[in-house]
Every structure is written in C-alpha cells, then in structure tokens.
C-alpha cells in the first residue's frame, strides 16, 4: 500500500515545514480556509446527488375510509 514505507512524525514535520517555505506563514490560514470551503462545497453536492438519485415521497395522508 505505501511505496516509500509509512510516514513517522520526523517525515510530516520536514512535509510541513516545506509547506511553510512554499508558501509562507501568512498565507497558511487562508489556504486552510479555502481548503475548508472546498471540502464543504464538494460534501454539499454530494448531498444534492444522492437527493437527486432518490425516488420522490409521497407526502399526501391516506384517504380515510368512513
């Protein structure tokens, strides 16, 4: 499953570090935002598919037989 082995704490330090550098300090929490708002949007629509893909209600009360 993992080519290069699993990844220990000393690998996802030298990853975020590197994304620090690319990127900046300042600009890190407005790229977790955006990564947020991508990650709601995309659960959003996905919400709306499986909407789509049931088959509708009925809603109307049985007809009562008196």
Same mark, same amino acid.
């Given at each position: 499953?993992?080519? @290069? $082995?699993?990844?220990? &704490? !000393? +690998? %996802?330090?030298?990853?975020?570090?590197?994304?620090?550098?690319? @990127? $900046?300090?300042?600009? &890190? !929490? +407005? %790229?977790?935002?955006?990564?947020?708002?991508?990650?709601?949007? @995309?659960?959003?629509?996905?919400?709306?598919?499986?909407?789509?893909?049931?088959?509708?209600?009925?809603?109307?009360?049985?007809?009562?037989?008196?």
């Amino acid at each position: 499953m993992f080519v @290069f $082995g699993p990844l220990g &704490l !000393p +690998e %996802l330090l030298v990853i975020v570090l590197i994304i620090v550098i690319i @990127f $900046g300090a300042r600009r &890190l !929490p +407005e %790229l977790g935002k955006s990564l947020g708002e991508g990650i709601k949007n @995309f659960k959003k629509s996905i919400g709306v598919k499986e909407e789509e893909s049931k088959p509708p209600e009925d809603k109307t009360p049985p007809a009562s037989k008196e």
